[in-house]
């Protein structure tokens, strides 16, 4: 992981709308789109700019003829132009408001899009370092604020800029003398407002890693919440939460207090050297230099420019903090993952009768533990449709083999091949889709019992979901469920007991019919009459294929074709069971220590 993403000061660029210009890939196929919205844009702006005019023509024109009827008549054509000046604002202002909301919400929808799937790429070493919660906040709550300002303030910042731009052209045209003297003031504002603007930009970045530390709390909690109740940690977990909330509340209250000072400070300077100018121009009506109607529209173009700076001071935040989201869905989306397919893979061919496995001198240690080696200088080679169990105390290395067979890692040394080939060669795809996985954990989607199983195959007929549950055992419990297949098993199959979430995972695997399989505790939430059934099942699944197995209770690998013993990384012996009872002092110990603690089968008591 790039050491950016962790952070929470921000950088440098954040202090600028630069990162801004990050969003041009997203926004570039919809140039016409964008072309269209600056035109009713400006078509916006400049309506509104005519108002002024329209009315000065009013005021001198229409009520200038000592005639009633003629007057009445003049009115009349002025209103009808000042009506013709309104509804086409309405239409232009309506066609600007679509098209900019809708880019800001089709930029939204692609930059999620983008960020997921590159998500979904990134290696697990990727995930030891960045929280779930913290890249949640970025998906949700970054690309909400940028799909607001895209949206609706970067328009409306436009089309004030614009508005403002040609007001003070107007006044400027109209009060040459006023309006440099106003100008000189406003000069004295900006300066100070870009120095004081710099700790609100540093706030907004703040407050959005604040929130973003808050969701992560929130979604780790949520997803635990048997173990905090089994703990009692309701209170802990809740106080918390409480503090991180506070600190963000603490740090949004700063950014709010400071853009409220800037606001106060850029209007109030600005009104005031605004009215010097408006006081000017009443001076100018006494003295019989300008009409009524001029200073009429003057009167309207100060109240534009003022309205304009102000709602630029405001857009400017936003932009500020938009910059900030961006900013940080571009670190996620720079962050390379560290397992990738090579750029010419190699060819695996198919294999009907298993995969051959090797691993080579193999040595890896995890990322987040660079001292500690899980694997150490380890040799192994599994014959094709071999069944080869791995056993071994807690730590030895033995989830380690499948993470490194399945390449969520590399190892710092060694390699591991299938058929001969380096698995570093072969397509992630092409890897994967060739083996066939029942993890200690059983994961289960928030769908239906049909489409958790058909997960491992998604082309799979309904047939073939139900005769794999039916070799999983999985058939009869999810018949009895309302739905049968179709019911809904809830977030992370919470409706369902441990050992039937495991038969479901069980059943994933066999549709996936994978000429490599891997068992880590495939049946160890099950009761012994079920794990029974179940193992016979997969007996009958391991036929024809490459299987590697997991287990601490080494009565289920008893009759695997070998079994392998390993502790602290390292490879102590292979052999059959009776080999190892024979010469192996670990596995002695092993299975001493399960099979003389097994109780004895409980005695019928006939009574009477």
Wanted: charged share 20%; net charge positive.
């Amino acid at each position: 992981m790039n050491a950016s993403v962790a952070k929470t000061e921000a950088p440098a660029a954040a202090r600028s709308p630069a990162p801004l210009r990050a969003l041009g890939p997203f926004l570039r196929p919809y140039r016409k789109r964008i072309a269209l919205a600056a035109l009713f844009l400006i078509l916006a702006a400049l309506t509104t700019l005519v108002l002024p005019i329209a009315m000065r023509t009013l005021i001198d024109q229409g009520m200038v003829s000592p005639d009633p009827g003629e007057r009445v008549m003049a009115l009349r054509d002025h209103f009808l132009a000042l009506g013709g000046v309104g509804v086409a604002l309405g239409v232009f202002s309506a066609l600007r408001y679509y098209s900019v909301t809708w880019l800001g919400e089709r930029l939204a929808s692609d930059l999620k899009r983008a960020v997921y799937d590159h998500m979904l790429r990134q290696s697990p070493a990727f995930f030891e370092t960045t929280r779930t919660g913290e890249v949640l906040s970025r998906l949700t709550a970054d690309t909400t604020l940028i799909q607001t300002v895209v949206g609706s303030s970067l328009s409306m910042g436009l089309r004030n800029s614009i508005m403002g731009l040609g007001a003070l052209a107007m006044l400027v045209a109209t009060n040459p003398i006023v309006m440099a003297q106003v100008l000189g003031a406003l000069v004295l504002v900006v300066l100070p407002a870009v120095v004081y603007g710099r700790r609100v930009r540093r706030l907004s970045r703040a407050s959005q890693d604040r929130v973003a530390d808050t969701s992560a709390i929130a979604a780790e909690v949520l997803g635990a919440i048997p173990v905090v109740q089994s703990y009692t940690a309701e209170n802990r977990e809740a106080l918390r939460f409480g503090e991180s909330t506070e600190t963000a509340f603490k740090t949004a209250q700063r950014r709010i207090s400071s853009r409220a000072a800037l606001v106060a400070f850029i209007i109030s300077a600005t009104a005031a050297a605004l009215l010097w100018g408006l006081y000017q121009g009443t001076q100018a009506v006494i003295d019989g230099r300008i009409s009524a109607g001029h200073m009429g529209q003057t009167v309207v173009y100060v109240i534009l420019l003022i309205s304009s700076v102000a709602a630029l001071s405001e857009v400017y935040g936003e932009i500020l903090r938009a910059a900030g989201a961006t900013e940080r869905l571009m670190e996620l989306l720079d962050t390379r993952a560290e397992i990738q397919s090579p750029a010419h893979p190699a060819a695996l061919p198919a294999a009907p009768g298993g995969l051959e496995v090797e691993l080579r001198n193999v040595r890896f240690h995890y990322p987040s533990r660079p001292t500690q080696a899980a694997l150490d200088d380890v040799s192994l080679r599994v014959q094709p449709g071999e069944t080869v169990a791995l056993v071994g105390p807690s730590g030895a290395g033995k989830s380690t083999v499948f993470q490194l067979l399945l390449r969520y890692y590399d190892p710092q040394a060694g390699q591991l091949l299938l058929n001969g080939t380096a698995i570093n060669t072969l397509s992630l795809d092409e890897l994967r889709h060739r083996i066939g996985i029942v993890p200690q954990d059983s994961t289960i989607f928030s769908s239906t019992a049909m489409e958790n199983i058909r997960y491992g195959r998604p082309d799979a007929t309904d047939d073939e979901v139900i005769a794999a549950a039916r070799a999983a055992h999985a058939h009869d419990f999810l018949q009895r469920l309302p739905e049968g297949y179709h019911t809904h098993l809830g977030e992370r199959g919470v409706r369902l007991s441990g050992g039937q979430r495991q038969r479901i995972s069980i059943a994933r695997a066999i549709l996936k019919n994978a000429p490599l399989l891997l068992l880590d505790e495939a049946t160890s939430a099950l009761d012994t009459e079920s794990e029974r059934a179940v193992q016979a099942a997969l007996r009958e699944a391991m036929k024809n294929r490459t299987t590697l197995v997991i287990a601490h209770r080494l009565s289920t690998v008893v009759n695997a074709d070998r079994i392998a013993v390993m502790d602290q990384g390292r490879l102590v012996d292979t052999g059959s069971h009776a080999e190892l009872m024979a010469r192996c002092d670990l596995y002695q110990r092993l299975a001493s220590a399960q099979f003389e603690a097994e109780p004895p089968a409980p005695r019928i008591v006939s009574i009477g």
